[in-house]
Nanobody, 112 residues
């Protein structure tokens, strides 16, 4: 059984940084595409960043240049480093892997 557990959310001021983590069990993150999604109240879920098994990455235009997805194969964990945070980044962030396995989410609030 594959499980994903996110951590690292919290309250941060605009311009600040946070690093989210997604610890996986039951699957090696290095062998699968891993995604970070977010969902703000009243909005649809949005794909934020993706890391492929070959290590290549892709990002939503709204976070390009500010967010970085990475993984630590030894810890079997995927990270999302978020810099220059804006109030529009406020959302619940979820980790996802195929076919449709989601973590419980971690809340990020960007506010002064």
């Amino acid at each position: 059984q594959v499980q994903l557990v996110e951590a690292g959310g919290g309250l941060v001021q605009p311009g600040g940084s946070l690093r989210l983590s997604c610890a996986a069990s039951g699957r090696r993150v290095s062998l699968y595409t891993m995604d970070w999604y977010r969902q703000a109240p009243g909005n649809e879920r949005e794909l934020v960043a993706r890391i492929f098994s070959d290590g290549s990455t892709s990002y939503a235009d709204s976070v390009k240049g500010r967010f970085t997805i990475s993984r630590d194969n030894a810890k079997n964990t995927v990270y999302l480093q978020m810099n220059s945070l804006k109030p529009d980044d406020t959302a619940v962030y979820h980790c996802k892997t195929a076919p449709s396995i989601w973590g419980q989410g971690t809340k990020v609030t960007v506010s002064s």
